[in-house]
């Protein structure tokens, strides 16, 4: 696609549920990251992708916390037993040769 | 990790004027990245400048690697430019780290 693209764009959910969010990159971008952003503060790295693995996932703030990325293209951040602390957006990032290119992010609300 | 200093934290501006925001940061880096962040949320890249000096239309930016620091430059400023800018660096290709962003308001 043109652009990277993140669904859904807004989630609401119950304390103690689970959550799948989904990025699509910009077609033939090998790297994926995702970031967390809180209110009022700069996003915060969480994960990085080259192809289908995992090359750093230092910035998931627990086991709760966990991402995939199959085929090497669309991944998914999974959260389970959502907590209040868990509200914020995701942010899913795609790069070829450094740069990175955000998507619009998805706003998880965790009631 | 690399910490990244922006100033000022926010700034107000009238329509037409020009202005300067300063990212300073801890460590040697190999990327550098000044994003726009629209009232959307959506971050928009404006450039990509570990080092040396960009331009872009009414936008440019300057890095100076050796001392840290980089600079974004907005000139004839319009409404459509305020929202909060974002500079991010990485010392590995991939791990950005954010600064706490500068608000800019620009009033008609």
């Known amino acids: 696609g043109a652009g990277v693209s993140q669904t859904p764009s807004n989630k609401v959910t119950e304390k103690g549920k689970y959550v799948e969010l989904r990025c699509d990159p910009i077609?033939?971008?090998?790297?994926l990251y995702w970031y967390r952003q809180s209110l009022g503060q700069g996003p915060e790295f969480l994960i990085y992708?080259?192809?289908?693995?995992?090359?750093?996932d230092s910035g998931l703030p627990n086991d709760r916390f966990f991402a995939v990325r199959p085929e090497g293209s669309v991944s998914t951040l999974k959260i389970q037993r959502t907590e209040r602390g868990d509200s914020a957006v995701y942010l899913c990032?795609?790069?070829?040769?450094?740069?990175?290119?955000f998507g619009e992010g998805s706003r998880l609300t965790v009631l | 990790g690399i910490q990244v200093e922006q100033s000022p934290p926010d700034l107000i501006l009238q329509e037409g004027a020009n202005s300067t925001l300063r990212c300073n940061f801890s460590?040697?880096?190999?990327?550098l990245q000044w994003f726009h962040q629209n009232p959307w949320g959506q971050l928009i890249n404006l450039f990509y400048?570990?080092?040396g000096t960009k331009q872009n239309g009414r936008l440019s930016a300057t890095t100076v690697a050796t001392e840290r620091y980089s600079l974004l430059y907005i000139s004839s400023s319009q409404t459509t430019d305020s929202g909060v800018y974002f500079c991010?660096?990485?010392?590995?290709?991939?791990?950005?780290?954010f600064g706490a962003g500068t608000t800019v308001t620009v009033r008609a």
């Open positions: 990032a795609s790069s070829l040769t450094g740069e990175l290119f």
């Open positions: 077609s033939g971008h090998t790297a």
């Open positions: 992708f080259q192809g289908t693995g995992a090359a750093d």
């Open positions: 460590d040697s880096v190999n990327n």
């Open positions: 400048i570990p080092s």
């Open positions: 991010a660096v990485s010392s590995n290709d991939y791990k950005l780290s």
